[in-house]
């Protein structure tokens, strides 16, 4: 049974063979979990793929110093816990910038800091949505205070559940009682010329509800136009879900274009409703590929960043378990080729175990 169990591993990994992935994907690396490998490994599983970002929900100094001369993108997070004590003063902006930031620079390459995680008047997070824009200032100044403002982009993730509307995609609107904390976060982003960061999950839209969304359209196999809004034709939610959150950006005043970078999405493989290998697996090859094209409403490579390097056994929800690109033992679940020939596969570590 078990060599037919890795038999079929095989089969499934060989199926979704990418090669030449664009190089802005990149994958996030959490640690929730008590049966994880190593920084050390995970930083070399990353390097032995050719996956040049990585995105830190916080500044773990043993992945950090792991991450010393590996020449990867490090998109790297003030944790929500912090948001509040850094807003509370500039010395403690500069004191988290020296300890996570200038401690590793320049041998890790730092290219974003990302102020909280999803951070909502709507959820637990309500009671430091009043200090997001303080802390983010407090550390955009603190970095140029160490000179690598013009080297690193200061920004914060949001996610969803700050929209009003998203459909159709181009009357996409952020909610009426979300505006007084969405507009000074654009406000300042627009002002330092940083991206916002979007948490994108299709997964979850369908799965919840899965009578209007089909499954075509959530994995980018719907074989014709879904939505048809105006001049744009969307045949994947992921393309909706990126332009609402344009529309809604278009909306609000102040001038300049305000980039986003999609700093999660993934599929989980198992724990719920329509969470399975196969799904998640094609989830996971076509958005590679079609990150390289863009959105109709916004076309070109998007800078994307896959949820998660590895299931993480301790986090809650079931579903919140399972959606790890790679197994903690470092075995993959399924072939994502990131620009590595084929040959250099962990197949023969899997046929080993046989």
């Known amino acids: 049974m078990a ?39 995970v930083v070399q599983l990353y390097k032995s793929r050719n996956i040049k970002r990585l995105r830190l929900y916080e500044p773990n100094h043993g992945a950090l110093q792991a991450l010393r001369g590996s020449n990867i993108e490090v998109m790297l997070g003030v944790p929500n816990s912090d948001v509040k004590h850094i807003a509370s003063g500039m010395q403690h902006a500069r004191w988290w910038v020296k300890q996570n930031v200038i401690n590793f620079w320049p041998d890790v390459k730092i290219k974003y800091i990302v102020v909280g995680n999803g951070i909502s008047p709507f959820t637990g997070t309500s009671n430091i949505t009043s200090d997001l824009v303080t802390s983010m200032r407090e550390i955009h100044d ?45 406000e300042f982003l627009r002002n330092t010329r940083a991206p916002l960061l979007l948490n994108i999950h299709p997964y979850f839209s369908y799965s919840s509800n899965p009578g209007q969304i089909s499954l075509p359209y959530a994995l980018f196999t719907a074989p014709n136009v879904v939505v048809q809004d105006g001049p744009y034709q969307y045949k994947n939610l992921f393309d909706a879900m990126l332009d609402s959150v344009y529309a809604a950006l278009d909306q609000l005043s102040g001038r300049g274009f305000l980039e ?41 490579p998007i800078e994307t960043y896959l ?26 679940k399924y072939q994502l080729n990131f620009g590595v020939s084929a040959e250099t596969s962990v197949t023969p570590s899997l046929k080993s175990e046989m």
């Open 3 to 41: 060599v037919i169990a890795v038999l079929g591993l095989l089969l499934v990994a060989s199926s979704i063979d990418i090669t030449g992935a664009d190089e802005s994907i990149g994958v996030c690396y959490g640690m929730l979990g008590n049966n994880l490998p190593s920084h050390d490994e």
């Open 142 to 186: 603190a970095i140029y205070f160490a000179s690598l403002g013009y080297n690193i982009n200061v920004t914060t993730s949001i996610d969803m559940t700050l929209m009003g509307n998203s459909y159709p995609p181009s009357q996409g609107s952020f909610r009426n009682d979300a505006r007084p904390f969405v507009d000074p976060v654009v």
């Open 260 to 300: 986003i970078v999609v700093s999660e999405t993934g599929w989980p493989s198992d724990g719920a409703f329509g969470a399975t290998t196969d799904n998640a697996a094609t989830y996971l090859k076509n958005l590679i590929q079609h990150a390289r094209e863009g959105t109709p409403r916004k076309p070109g």
């Open 307 to 332: 949820f998660a390097m590895l299931d993480e056994n301790n986090k809650y929800p079931e579903v919140e378990k399972h959606f790890g690109l790679f197994f903690p033992n470092k075995q993959p």
